[in-house]
């Protein structure tokens, strides 16, 4: 007597039937072939791939609308808003001090050279919001006893990648 794979009926499972999981056209309970283990692999690894492009498109896409804003819109409301609520937000939290705005050091026109050596004349590198906002914190902010710096934040491949704007209200000897 056989005592070969069955169905959960308790039939045998030689036959025609295939399974609809496999992608393959092999009666239901044989072993895959080396071949079809190594297509379905080849499969899967393609399907990551594509997602992968499509994230990295995506990722691009919004990139170059954000550099696009930055570069040629104005600060908004809303930006301003948040950057209140990031200050009072570090206030609730005990700090002196919040990161009130990101950028790619690209954006610089030096690449965030001078903002990574620490540079004194690190805001005439800025351009578009950034400027926009070094701009209104020079006339409006400062005055009021606030101080802002800027600092390189990451270094994706070992080279500037975003600055922060860090905005601080702790007493000048801190």
């Known amino acids: 007597m056989s005592r070969g794979l069955r169905e959960p009926d308790g039939r045998a499972s030689e036959g025609a039937a295939t399974t609809s999981n ?3 056209n092999r009666p239901q ?15 899967k690894e393609l399907e ?10 995506a990722e691009e896409k919004k990139r170059a609308e954000f550099i696009s804003k930055f570069m040629t819109e104005h600060v908004t409301e809303d930006e301003r808003a948040l950057i209140r609520r990031l200050v009072m937000n570090a206030v609730k939290d005990g700090k002196m001090e ?25 805001p005439e590198t800025l351009q578009g919001k950034a400027r926009e906002l070094y701009d209104r914190y020079e006339n409006a902010v400062k005055p009021q006893g606030y101080r802002l710096k800027a600092m390189v934040i990451n270094f994706p491949d070992d ?16």
């Open 159 to 174: 080279v500037p990648g975003d600055v922060g704007l860090f905005l601080s209200w702790a007493p000048e000897h801190f």
């Open 48 to 57: 990551e791939m594509n997602r992968r492009d499509k994230a990295r498109v």
């Open 98 to 122: 919040a990161m009130v705005y990101s950028f790619p050091a690209r954006l610089c026109t030096d690449g965030g050279r001078a903002i990574n050596n620490g540079d004194r004349e690190w």
């Open 22 to 24: 496999d992608k393959t």
């Open 29 to 43: 309970g044989t072993v895959p072939s080396a071949d079809d283990l190594r297509r379905i692999l080849l499969e």
